[in-house]
């Protein structure tokens, strides 16, 4: 079955760096596009990026272009997302998604915190 697993969350002050990693399972990796979606407490889950299969196509939303950057290795059947300069606004829950014959799968989620 299909399973995400996210890693990399964590307490971060403004203006640093994280990490995200998701470990997927359960289907052919390079054939899925991969996206990151954040809920931060009291507000509707959002997109955050998607890439394409091959990684060719990458998509953002405005408050995180030029900070995050989605990628993929379809060796490792990982996707990542690189976030830079954050602030306290993109404290959130990340969830890694993919959606399979009609079916949408989420990790479990990781939780970032950005404060000083």
């Known amino acids: 079955q299909v399973q995400l697993v996210e890693s990399g969350g964590g307490l971060v002050q403004p203006g640093g760096s994280l990490r995200l990693s998701c470990a997927a399972s359960g289907f052919t990796f390079s054939t899925a596009a991969m996206s990151w979606y954040r809920q931060a407490p009291g507000k509707e889950r959002e997109l955050v990026a998607t890439i394409s299969n091959l990684g060719g196509s990458r998509n953002y939303a405005d408050s995180v272009k030029g900070r995050f950057t989605i990628s993929r290795d379809n060796v490792k059947n990982t996707v990542y997302l690189q976030m830079n300069s954050l602030k306290p606004e993109d404290t959130a829950v990340y969830y890694c998604?993919?959606?399979?014959?009609?079916?949408?799968?989420w990790g479990q989620g990781t939780q970032v915190t950005v404060s000083s």
């Open positions: 998604y993919v959606r399979r014959v009609g079916v949408a799968y």
